[in-house]
């Protein structure tokens, strides 16, 4: 197949399957192309936005989600904690304001939020948005009141994934529906809330599933404002601890197809980057990915992980960018050093996905340790 010209990028709603597959079934080459023409027609195409995380809520969960170690159907070693007080949250936020962040991700394992959770993540938005950040939160599926209660409260984004396509859906998840989660996306954009969605490769999907799962995604509305595109990092103890490795290249085409079909949304790596080696991290970038997850250890000075992203992005001589920020050049860069610098603070940004199984707790190991997982990248 040759590729086609691929000039002005539109935003659709009507893709067909058969488009869909079209695109994935194009040479390497010409898919990176159109994925990289089109990216430039809506983004800097040497900036990229990072996102922090911070877990309100860990494990127990109710869900039997089949990659997921806060699921309660799994023995994953994970350590469970409560739902954190308000002024724990915002002591936190705080910090996290100080050493650079922009935007505030809190997440909770729960199928979804009791009545009597709400006054507390209602709170938290509130005092969150009144340091002046951007609040992003993910509690699992909200009806219209919920919804409209965060909204009114200030929350800028809800995440909500859709995991997989339908077809492959049944085989993760059993206790809510695809129909549930679209729900929950119009609940949140009914709202008026921004949308950040995206699903996870590497389940034992198919190419059709892929593109099945990507097609959701351009025929929501409105596209995701961020969409957050996972490869599944193997949690011993859950149904998918051995499941087959996906090829790295399905994982770049699934990102460059993301990147065409969705022009104007953030293309997040997410969960699985850290095992993603500098190139294929690059071949994302080109692909179209212009977002990344650093979890909850962003603000910490021996984190590894920040020091070696630092250093790629040096190397491809790429930008980091806050979304919802007009940040100029030296502003982005001073709070990057100076989160890296930021010795304070190493404490503060617990593992959410702490599993002595697999990962061993940070402070048990005496430094950080290479963020493997984080569930709430996958709610
Ligand atoms: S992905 Fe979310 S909903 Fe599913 S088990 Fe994990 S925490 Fe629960």
Known sequence: ?????????????????????????????????????????????????????????????PEDCK???????YNTGLEKEKLMAVEQVLTQAREAKAAGASRFCMGAAWRSPREKDMPYVVDMVKQVKALGMETCMTLGML??????????????????????????????????????????????????????CGGILGLGESARDRAGLLLQLANLPQHPESVPINMLVKIEGTPLAEVEDLDPFDFVRTIAVARILMPEAAVRLSAGREEMNEQMQALCFLAG????????????????????DR??????????????????DEASEAALLQ??????TAHLFVDAARSSVRHGSAREEGGLQPHKDCPKLTH
């Open 143 to 196: 009806d219209s009141g919920q919804a409209q209660q965060l909204a009114d409260a200030g929350l800028d984004y809800y995440n909500h994934n859709l995991d997989t396509s339908p077809e492959h859906y049944n085989a993760i998840i059993s206790t809510r529906s695809y129909q549930d989660r679209l729900d929950t996306l119009a609940n949140v954009r009914e709202a008026g809330m921004k949308i950040c």
């Open 289 to 308: 990915a212009n977002s990344i997850f650093y979890g909850e250890r962003l603000l910490t000075t021996n984190n590894p992980e920040t020091s070696s």
């Open 1 to 61: 197949m040759t590729a086609q010209p691929h000039t002005q990028a539109a935003t659709r709603h009507d893709w067909t399957l058969e488009e869909v597959q079209a695109l994935f079934a194009l040479p390497f080459n010409d898919l990176l192309f159109q994925a990289q023409t089109v990216h430039r027609q809506f983004h800097d195409p040497n900036r990229v936005q990072i996102s922090t995380l911070l877990s309100i809520k860990t494990g127990a969960c």
């Open 339 to 344: 989160a890296v610098e930021h010795e304070k």
């Open 67 to 73: 990659y997921c170690s806060q699921s309660g159907h």
């Open 311 to 328: 250093q790629l992005f040096a190397k491809l001589g790429i930008e980091p960018l806050e979304l919802g920020t007009a940040a100029s």
